[in-house]
């Protein structure tokens, strides 16, 4: 794979990703192993606070799967790299915010892509569906999380019948953030990656572990288990230097200077 098909780069604790592969940013095995180093990367590296994920040009976010590698004999259910497919859906112990901004279709694998980050900003002309009902494959990360995250109903017609929802109605059902003109996309997500790139990390990290992790968990055992510090990433905020740095500026009427440790 050409390292022009994923094009990154860094700018302070930003970290951007954008999956350029013409015409329709689909992910084939290396890309997404590709990926998978990225994001874990991205993962344990301190100095990086958030990522923005997107596609290139102003067509396609992602059509996912690469249909064309299926064709050429690449396996449905083949290895895709550290992260599992699109290399962030299976990446273990990952505690740092990403950002989808969605310049465009979002769909089958694409969209599943999307619902594993954090914030989804949707340029105008966005599209979203799930067609893989069309070509005899399952949904499975969709199946998975998509009733989850809107009306069950809508989730279902998606998954069974294909339908493509516009940028609109994907916001009305809550599965996008913010709806933007495709030209301010970009500015507004790295307006938003900056705000989240100036919070505090340790917190940001014990809250996507509590949350990822308590989905299945009954309240008061998830609520337990956060109190007693029984969560790797919530026992080291409340030992961390950031934990104390945040009661004494908000004591001395100051912005808190975040470390991560």
Known sequence: MSQEQIKTRIEGGI?????DRPKANAIDRATSTALGEIFSAYRDNPELRVAIISGGGEKFF???WDLKAAADGEEVDGDYGIGGFGGIQELEDFNKPVIAAINGICCGGGLELALCADII???EHATFALPEIRSGTVADAASIKLPKRIPYHVAMEMLLTGRWL??????????V????????LMERVWEIA????SGPPLVYAAIKEVVREAE????LDALRKI??????????LYSSEDQLEGARAFAEKRDPVWKGK
Do not use: D, Q, Y
């Not at 953030?177 to 301010?184: F, G, L, M, R, S």
């Not at 299945?216 to 309240?219: D, P, Q, S, T």
């Open 121 to 123: 900003i949707a340029a």
């Open 62 to 64: 992602s059509a996912g």
């Open 194 to 197: 900056r705000l989240v790139e």
């Open 227 to 236: 109190t007693r510090s029984e969560f790797p990433t919530v026992k080291t």
């Open 177 to 184: 953030n913010e709806i933007v003109p495709a030209a301010n």
């Open 15 to 19: 970290l951007e990703v954008i999956i």
């Open 166 to 175: 516009e940028a609109a109605e994907a916001n009305r059902w809550g599965f």
């Open 216 to 219: 299945n968990m009954k309240f």
